[in-house]
């Protein structure tokens, strides 16, 4: 499965930025699509993750009703859409899959996951 991350930027404190991460190499269906995020000497960290089949959606706690994680099965791209930004979410964004059934818990892992995109850079400046 080869993933495509794009829609990083910069923008100011408040503002809005949308992710897209395109699948392809295998049925999108059955799927579990997530995004991490990293930040130099530190680890990678879980965002938001999404089940293509069934639709189970889990959000680290930090969004707080800030981001949306959302899929275009037709597509084959899950989005993440990112609203209120603040200073503390600049990171290189990565988005990940795996076939793996996993659950809330465990999506929230980035070993349990088999492929990854490249990152995507996201500055927010105040």
């Known amino acids: 499965v080869q993933l495509q991350a794009s829609g990083g930027g910069s923008v100011q404190d408040g503002g809005s930025l949308r992710l897209s991460c395109a699948a392809s190499?295998?049925?999108?269906?059955?799927?579990?699509m997530a995004w991490f995020r990293q930040v130099p000497g530190k680890e990678r960290e879980f965002v938001a993750a999404?089940?293509?089949?069934?639709?189970?959606?889990y959000y680290a706690d930090f969004i707080k009703g800030r981001f949306a994680i959302s899929k275009d099965t037709a597509k084959n791209t899950v989005h993440l859409q990112m609203n209120s930004l603040k200073s503390e979410d600049t990171a290189a964004y990565y988005c990940?899959?795996?076939?793996?059934?996993?659950?809330?818990?465990?999506?929230?892992?980035?070993?349990?996951?088999?492929?990854w995109g490249q990152g995507t850079l996201v500055t927010v400046s105040s």
């Open positions: 999404l089940k293509t089949s069934g639709g189970s959606i």
């Open positions: 990940a899959g795996t076939g793996r059934g996993l659950i809330s818990t465990t999506a929230r892992l980035p070993h349990m996951y088999d492929y």
């Open positions: 190499g295998r049925a999108f269906s059955g799927l579990v």
